[in-house]
């Protein structure tokens, strides 16, 4: 796997992650507003006014803190007791965040989402191991989630493990 995975720049990620909810808000301030003519029998043209109104509020108070949280890079770091349990702790938390490996190699994982119409690099997720250490990077909105379920994951690992014979080192 490529070692150097470069990030992209949080002004470009934050821009890019605002300009894509513009016609969502958009579209369901419209939405609201013909809802609220045929409801509650609105004037038509009054409610998609307001409507379109309501999805310009929420593209300006709303969209940039949901553009920065999904656009700025956090990370954390995990100590590992036990390498040798880690491949398995991943496919757990991958079973139970319902994530994917997209990319690995014997020391560095890249998670996604399973289910997406389409896939950003914003979305994913890099796990990577070094020196008895995992550290964990995601979007803000993501890394404390998955490196709480990664330290459980982990724990619950090195616990299962069968003992040692008699004898031997692990």
């Known amino acids: 796997m490529d070692r ?10 934050f821009f890019l992650v605002w300009a894509c909810q513009l016609p969502l808000w958009l579209i369901g301030g419209l939405v609201w507003g013909l809802a609220m003519a045929f ?4 004037h038509l043209i009054g409610a998609l ?11 300006i108070i709303v969209a940039p803190l949901l553009a920065t949280g ?7 770091t995990i100590t590992v007791r036990d390498p040798a349990t880690f491949r398995q702790a991943i ?4 079973r139970e965040l319902r994530l994917i490996v997209i990319a690995e190699s014997p020391d560095e994982f890249v998670l996604a989402p399973k289910w997406v119409l389409i896939r950003f690099r914003l979305q994913e997720a890099v796990v990577s191991l070094g020196d008895g250490v995992a550290k964990v990077t995601a979007s803000a909105f993501f890394v404390s989630r ?15 493990r069968p003992p040692s014979p008699a004898g031997t080192s692990p």
């Open 39 to 42: 409801l509650f029998g609105w």
């Open 4 to 13: 150097v995975r470069r990030e992209i720049p949080f002004p470009v990620a």
């Open 91 to 94: 496919d757990k938390l991958c």
């Open 146 to 160: 998955l490196r709480k379920q990664l330290e459980k994951t982990l724990a619950a690992a090195s616990v299962k």
């Open 70 to 76: 999904m656009a700025w890079r956090r990370s954390a």
């Open 49 to 59: 006014i307001n409507g379109f109104a309501w999805g310009v509020e929420m593209q």
